[in-house]
C-alpha cells in the first residue's frame, strides 16, 4: 500500500520560509521521480517542483530561485524548502510522483502566508 504523508505546513509572514517534508512507503523510492504540487483556494493542483531519481531538478517559474526541492533516498523521503514566501503561495500543498498518481494522494499540508 502506497502512502504519501506530508508534513511541515504552517503559517509564516511574508518572506519567511518553510520546509516541507513528504515521507513515502511503498513505492521504491529511490528510482521514483517526484514532485511537489500545491492547489490554491479556487484553482487547479499545480506541479510546483520536481525531482528526478538521479536528483535532476525543475521548478514552476514562479518558485524559480525561491523553492528547492531534494531528496533523502536512505528516508524514502523528499523535501521542498520555500524561501521568500508570498501570499499567493498560499496553499495545500502535495508530493506525488511525476507525472502523479491519482490514487496517491496524501492529505497534503496547509502553507498560508500572511501578515
Known amino acids: 500500500q502506497v502512502q504519501l504523508v506530508e508534513s511541515g505546513g504552517g503559517l509564516v509572514q511574508p518572506g519567511g520560509s518553510l520546509r516541507l517534508s513528504c515521507a513515502t512507503s511503498?513505492?521504491?523510492?529511490?528510482?521514483?521521480?517526484m514532485g511537489w504540487y500545491r492547489q490554491a483556494p479556487g484553482k487547479q493542483r499545480e506541479l510546483v517542483a520536481s525531482?528526478?531519481?538521479?536528483?535532476?531538478?525543475s521548478y514552476a517559474d514562479s518558485v524559480k530561485g525561491r523553492f528547492t526541492i531534494s531528496r533523502e533516498n536512505g528516508k524514502n523521503t523528499v523535501y521542498l524548502q520555500m524561501n521568500s514566501l508570498q501570499p499567493e503561495d498560499t496553499a495545500v500543498y502535495y508530493c506525488?510522483?511525476?507525472?502523479?498518481?491519482?490514487?496517491?494522494w496524501g492529505q497534503g499540508t496547509q502553507v498560508t502566508v500572511s501578515s
Open positions: 506525488n510522483l511525476n507525472p502523479f498518481r491519482p490514487a496517491y
Open positions: 511503498g513505492i521504491i523510492f529511490r528510482i521514483a521521480p
Open positions: 525531482i528526478s531519481m538521479g536528483g535532476s531538478t
